[in-house]
């Protein structure tokens, strides 16, 4: 019976762990590629006042606009602050793991 509950605590441990470089990559694509799907999908639909309220994104990523070079633009940003986001996420998720082990 030790037997069976060091193998459960094993794995455990290894399927509850992320990699946090892992999440970082995957969060990075998703969030880049939404970013500049929907500043295209604005740009396309086009109207006296294209994308309003994507616009205020520009506050905070300078250069962004919605057009066609503010796509990059804008997959460039999604793309560094998903994967900061999905780090951070990935670490302190593993971070509180450790704790709860000890």
Do not use: D
Not at 9 to 15: F, H, I, K, P, Y
Not at 77 to 87: E, K, M, N, S
């Amino acid at each position: 019976m030790a037997l069976a509950n060091s193998e459960a605590e094993v794995l455990g441990r290894a399927v509850t762990k992320l990699h946090a470089g892992v999440l970082a990559a995957v969060s990075g694509m998703v969030t880049g590629l939404g970013l500049c799907a929907m500043t295209i999908v604005l740009v396309l639909k086009g109207g006296p006042q294209v994308g309003q309220h994507l616009q205020l994104l520009s506050h905070y990523f300078i250069g962004y606009s919605v057009t066609w070079a503010g796509s990059l633009v804008g997959l460039a940003y999604g793309t560094i602050t998903g994967a900061i986001l999905g780090w951070a996420v990935g670490y302190i998720y593993n971070l509180v793991v450790r704790l709860r082990a000890q």
